[in-house]
């Protein structure tokens, strides 16, 4: 029975809570914060109408790091779990070393004036974690996150060695809007505007975003153009299993988002860089974002299923072999079931199942020890038995020979 602060009221904190709020054996007492009160009395209302427990909100500016430690020294609670990244500066890592708070988050961190993210700047904190006796669990959404924890399923009982890994993310959802994002439409952008990069034979190999196509027929979803990008857990898993010797990910788009997204880059509507209108400085992007729908209003309307997983090539016993492990998740069933459309639903059950194995200690450092640690570092098993309990059940297939691309 533990205390939970989740700071950050989107359509990921507002899943995460509801699955809390329907395990209260873990999650004993739930607090929700965010930098509006309103958006955490929207979802407390929610999470009271569908599951009975009343959970407490509270107000905070995360980028205000005396602010955050004042209310988790208000809370108390065992762990904190971030759903309010990309920025903050940090600030709520530090909040957790200065209150010696356990941490959990579903993306990385990137600096605000650059559209790039990577680990280092939370794997440079594991020596102060370690030191102060708590622990950060960094990307526990679906990619990163369960696309890790897949890998490492696979590495345990599917393969001997892993060869290639594919991770292949497609949302087969339609919101019928002309062109809105399913998450953060800032992150969104700048993730997707970003070159493609891939790990092949030790080194990372770049090209221009969205120049490298590739069709691909999903289970329950179809044929559906797919684009090799850089992401988040490519770098953790280069890091963390470096037997693989090529690691990419693709992510599908459909070609009106493609045109709409090609059009506001040319106008310079995603720039991240301030421009001067009518005297006041403004960033084109998040001009953009306030003018775009809240992915968290898309639930209502949104049809079709999402289905990711990770594709690896590798040894066993052996013989050269191919397996798939894969997700398909409905739109319209976790919309029912938490009121949030199915990318924000396949994001936080893995946060509220990363929170579940850092507070029954069923995923911890060496010895007991704290640090900074990434998905692939832990036992895949009881993730992955969550993961079937909690909606978002998985399943495994062999093919018949390694993909052809
Ligand atoms: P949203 O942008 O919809 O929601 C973010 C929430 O955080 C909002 O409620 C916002 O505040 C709050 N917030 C933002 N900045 C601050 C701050 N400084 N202080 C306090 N609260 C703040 O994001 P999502 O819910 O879609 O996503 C949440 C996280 O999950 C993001 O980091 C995203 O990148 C990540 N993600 C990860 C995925 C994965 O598979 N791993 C997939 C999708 C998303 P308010 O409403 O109060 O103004």
Redesign the pocket.
């Known amino acids: 029975m533990s205390k939970v602060l989740v700071?950050?009221?989107?359509?990921?904190?507002s899943v995460a809570v509801h699955k809390m709020a329907m395990n209260t054996d873990i999650f004993s007492h739930i607090t929700l914060a965010?930098?509006?009160l309103v958006?955490c009395e929207k979802v407390a209302e929610s999470v009271k109408a569908r599951t009975g427990v009343t959970i407490d909100v509270a107000q905070?500016?995360?980028?205000d790091i005396d602010a955050t430690v004042a209310l988790i020294e208000q809370v108390q609670p065992r762990l904190v779990v971030n759903?309010?990244?990309?920025y903050?500066d940090l600030n709520i890592m530090e909040a957790c070393l200065r209150t010696k708070t356990d941490y959990l988050d579903?993306?990385n961190y990137e600096p605000r004036d650059t559209a790039k993210f990577e680990y280092s700047w939370q794997w440079n904190l594991h020596e102060r974690f370690k030191e102060a006796g708590v622990t950060a669990l960094l990307?526990s959404?679906?990619?990163?996150?369960v696309t890790s924890v897949f890998a490492s399923y696979i590495k345990k009982h599917l393969l001997d060695r892993i060869d290639t890994l594919d991770i292949l993310d497609c949302n087969g959802g339609d919101h019928g809007q002309h062109f809105a994002t399913n998450?953060?439409p800032e992150?969104n952008i700048r993730e997707v505007t970003a070159p493609s990069r891939h790990w092949a034979n030790g080194e990372w190999v770049e090209g221009p975003a969205l120049s490298h196509k590739q069709a691909f027929d999903f289970d329950q979803v179809g044929e559906k153009n797919m684009y090799l990008m850089y992401h988040e857990e490519l770098e953790s898993l280069a890091k963390f299993y470096p037997e693989i010797k090529r690691i990419r990910f693709w992510m599908t788009f459909g070609d009106a988002y493609l045109k709409h997204l090609e059009v506001l880059q040319n106008v310079g509507m995603t720039r991240i860089d301030p421009v001067i209108y009518n005297g006041q400085e403004i960033i084109p992007l998040q001009f953009l974002k306030a003018v775009l729908p809240e992915?968290?209003s898309l639930g209502s309307t949104t049809k079709g299923k999402t289905n990711i997983g990770d594709i690896a090539t590798g040894e066993k016993d052996g013989q050269t072999k191919t397996v798939y492990v894969y997700q398909i998740c409905d739109h319209e069933d976790a919309y029912a079931e938490t009121g949030n459309q199915a990318?924000?639903y396949?994001?936080g059950v893995p946060a509220m199942i990363g929170a579940t194995m850092l507070l029954t200690g069923a995923w911890k450092g060496a010895d007991g020890e704290g640090g900074v640690f990434n998905m692939e570092q832990f036992d895949p098993d009881p993730f992955m038995d969550m993961l079937n309990q909690h909606g978002l059940p998985w399943q495994v297939k062999e093919l018949d020979a390694p993909l052809a691309f």
């Open positions: 700071i950050g009221a989107g359509g990921v904190g965010s930098r509006r958006s905070v500016d995360a980028d759903l309010a990244l990309p903050q579903t993306a990307g959404g679906f990619d990163p996150g998450f953060n992150i992915p968290s990318v924000s396949t994001t």
